[in-house]
């Protein structure tokens, strides 16, 4: 008997890292999930990896910034699953610059996906969520970097800041339908958003992911060769999703070593 037998999930961002660890956790436990992704072959990717191992899910190619995107993303778990009763805003992207390089695309980009398509989600999610009784649960992903800052990334900061906030807005006014809303501030996690710049070949909207090789290897110095992997990641947000947190909202949770604020 799984933690979410029943449950319908919706997890952006689902086709690699956190998301996709987190579509496959709560599968097990139970969850019909929505895999959603921008990128086509890693969500189809995603959801075969979860049907091979018992899950049922679909996937759902759609850019969170686009407001028609996010509605058709609440809508296809409706439409597939009957429901939609926990929503994890996972898709994210860095774009990092010290403030006096960053340009205006850099700033936008990661206001836009960050920020702005967790709140796209959530208000495509409302005509479904908003009832009596519902029970939902709406997970946001944050970062230390919202709540301590981190030099190059004023962007990314601020919107993962604004996250924080944003959480906090939806738990005072969903409560009332029984909708929880955390968010989780991860310290490092193994993805491609913390891997060495100068080891990918990828590159998203013109510029490569990652970090500087020199800054990678400090990073695993200050974490003595250990950081989270996404399945790591994933638990936390299983814990926000299950029943019996239906009173726990309005939290960030902080999951990182290496001191706290
Ligand atoms: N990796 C870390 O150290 C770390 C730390 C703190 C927070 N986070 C956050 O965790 C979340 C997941 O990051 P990750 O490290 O797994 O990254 P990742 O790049 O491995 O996965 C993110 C996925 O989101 C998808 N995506 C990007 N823009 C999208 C959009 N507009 N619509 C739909 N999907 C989109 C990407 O295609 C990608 O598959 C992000 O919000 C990130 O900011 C990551």
């Not at 969170?64 to 009957?82: H, Q």
């Not at 519902?134 to 030099?151: D, K, T, V």
């Amino acid at each position: 008997m799984g933690r979410l037998n029943g449950k319908v999930a919706v997890i952006t961002g689902a086709g690699r890292g956190i998301g996709k660890a987190t579509a496959y956790l709560l599968a097990k436990e139970g969850a019909a999930v929505v895999v959603n992704d921008t990128d086509e072959t890693v969500a189809a990717k995603s959801a075969k990896e979860i049907e091979a191992s018992g899950g049922k899910t679909i996937y759902c190619v759609a850019d969170i910034v686009n407001t028609k995107d996010a509605d058709r993303l609440m809508d296809s778990a409706v439409e597939k699953f009957g429901g939609l009763n926990i929503l994890v805003n996972c898709a994210g992207i860095t774009r990092d610059a010290p403030i006096h390089k960053m340009t205006d695309q850099q700033w936008d980009m990661a206001i836009d996906v960050n920020l702005k398509g967790t709140f796209n989600c959530i208000r495509a999610a409302a005509k479904y969520m908003r009832k009596q009784g519902h029970n939902g649960r709406i997970i946001n992903i944050s970062s230390i970097s919202g709540i301590r800052g981190a030099a190059t990334q004023a962007n990314y900061a601020s919107a993962k800041g604004g996250i924080i906030s944003l959480t906090k807005v939806v738990a005072h006014e969903w409560e009332q339908f029984g909708v929880t809303c955390n968010c989780v501030a991860y310290g490092p996690v193994d993805t491609r958003l913390t891997r060495a710049r100068e080891d990918q070949d990828e590159e998203v909207a013109g510029e490569k992911l990652g970090i500087p090789l020199k800054t990678r290897k400090e990073m695993m110095e200050r974490y003595a060769g250990r950081i989270m992997s996404p399945e790591d990641a994933a638990y936390p947000i299983l814990f926000f999703a299950q029943d019996e947190s239906w009173y726990i909202t309005g939290n960030c949770l902080q999951a990182a070593l290496g001191g706290f604020s």
